[in-house]
């Protein structure tokens, strides 16, 4: 398998991200946001790096845009916490077309959130027809369907400590 993003490049750089987290959020308390499940090894590894006071809450999200209603996101919120009048960060694996992030900050706003930053570890270049510009991105990457640290082929692969690009002949099982 190609490796895209090995497992030293992903450490150093969710160093960086986590100290610009540290810098922005050192003046109040916030709940870090992972959207399930691709974001969990990221939230992992970035949590482990904050030095300031913060919850944790999870938000699952999927799309199924290749059923007959293309780009329909279906969002369940019932493992969040309360997050009304709270500031948010909300982690995601990658952004693509942009509608996962786009539609999830419009849902926490609804719920109330004081505000509203946002994360992605991966951000693939020329793919986004939903104008969303994240606050914080890890990696640009072109546009090859990746998985590992915590993005899945079928929910296979997450647990590959490094980001590698999935072979054209993968068979799907
Ligand atoms: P968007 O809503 O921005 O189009 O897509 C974001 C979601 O699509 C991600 O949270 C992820 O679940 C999935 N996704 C998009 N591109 C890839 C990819 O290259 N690999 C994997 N494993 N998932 C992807
Ligand atoms: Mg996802």
């Known amino acids: ?11 150093e750089r969710v160093e960086a991200l986590a100290d610009r987290v540290n810098a922005d959020f050192a003046d109040r308390p916030f709940v870090v946001v992972g959207i399930l499940t691709g974001s969990l090894v990221f939230l992992a ?7 300031h006071p913060h919850q944790i809450g999870l ?3 999927s ?11 279906v969002v369940n919120d019932g493992l969040l916490p309360d ?15 942009g509608q996962t992030l786009a539609r999830l900050v419009e849902h926490l706003q609804h719920k109330g959130a004081a505000s509203i930053r946002t994360c992605v570890l991966l951000r693939k270049i020329g793919r986004q027809t939903i104008a969303v ?8 990457i072109p546009d090859k369907f990746v998985i590992g640290y915590g993005l899945d082929f079928a929910d296979d692969y997450r647990h590959l400590p490094f980001i590698g690009v999935l072979p054209d002949n993968t068979p799907h099982p």
């Open 1 to 11: 398998m190609e490796v895209l993003i090995s497992e030293d490049r992903i450490r």
């Open 45 to 51: 590894d970035l949590i482990r790096r904050i030095q």
């Open 59 to 61: 938000i699952h999200a």
């Open 63 to 73: 799309s199924y845009r290749n059923s007959t209603t293309p780009g329909t996101l």
């Open 83 to 97: 997050i009304k009048g709270k500031h948010l960060l909300l982690l995601d694996d990658i952004l693509d077309s």
């Open 133 to 140: 510009e994240p606050d914080y991105t890890g990696f640009e």
